[in-house]
């Protein structure tokens, strides 16, 4: 819980019915910033009906809600709009339609051209990438979906074995994977290699990165009077 905080029940895809006559005039007298965060992320295809109406139908919900009482409007996409561009520096108005590898990528690329279309109040959207939790580069947590939760595993097998090797060197398990420390008390594995693709690039950023750029660009007037589209990456 957030102090000062407000924690109102509603629901995204009908937020001015959802939501009381009362607060809705409420907020239309303090015209705040809306910030439209939600989102389903699901990458099953059996999911796939119910992120096209969550993504898509949402953004329509979310910008006429913004129409009706914002000043200003955040729409929170993903990077992966882009979909599989090829190498190298990805300008944000690439492309005119990108070749989505997935109904949530292609359903965030409708939501941008919803806000884009029928938003009448100034607008600005973010493309984080990847968001994990904390920004520690040597602790990074809140990565456990997905192909991530896959990798995760193996950050806790790897935690496992370092303890391991501290407490019992000689343990059978650490044997079998032909386990040897060198100088600086590194442990190397013989066998248990994981095989990847060596050219590959995955772009990670930390919610706190994420949240202080957006909250930095709550503040740059020029950023809602241009409209812009903004990627949040490495």
């Known amino acids: ?10 629901d995204m895809l009908k937020l001015m019915t959802s939501l009381s006559q009362e607060l809705i005039l409420s907020l239309t007298r303090d015209m705040p910033i809306v910030w439209h965060l939600g989102a389903n992320l699901s990458f099953h295809d059996r999911d796939n009906d119910s992120v096209w109406r ?8 979310g910008t006429a809600f913004a129409n009706a009482v914002a000043s200003k409007y955040i729409f929170m996409s993903t990077a992966y709009v882009c979909g599989a561009p090829p190498r190298g520096e990805i300008p944000e108005t690439f492309p005119d339609m990108p070749a989505h590898r997935n109904v949530y990528e292609r359903s965030k690329w409708e939501g941008e051209k919803i806000v884009r279309a029928e938003s009448t109040v100034p607008w600005v959207i973010v493309r984080p990438s990847i968001v994990i939790g904390n920004g520690d580069p040597k602790n990074a947590t809140g990565c456990t979906f997905g192909y991530y939760r896959y990798v995760y595993m193996f950050y806790v097998f790897h935690q496992y074995i370092s303890n391991l090797g501290k407490q019992s060197p000689t343990h059978p398990l650490l044997r079998f994977l032909g386990a040897e420390k060198d100088s600086d008390g590194v442990i190397t594995f013989a066998r ?6 060596k050219g590959s690039v995955v772009d990670l950023v930390s919610v706190d990165y994420v949240v202080d750029a957006m909250l930095a660009l709550a503040t740059k007037e020029n950023a809602f009077e241009k409209n812009l589209t903004i990627h949040l990456t490495h």
């Open 192 to 197: 248990g290699i994981i095989p990847y693709p």
């Open 1 to 10: 819980v957030v102090e000062g905080a407000e924690h109102i029940v509603g």
């Open 54 to 61: 969550d993504n898509v139908e949402g953004a329509k919900e």
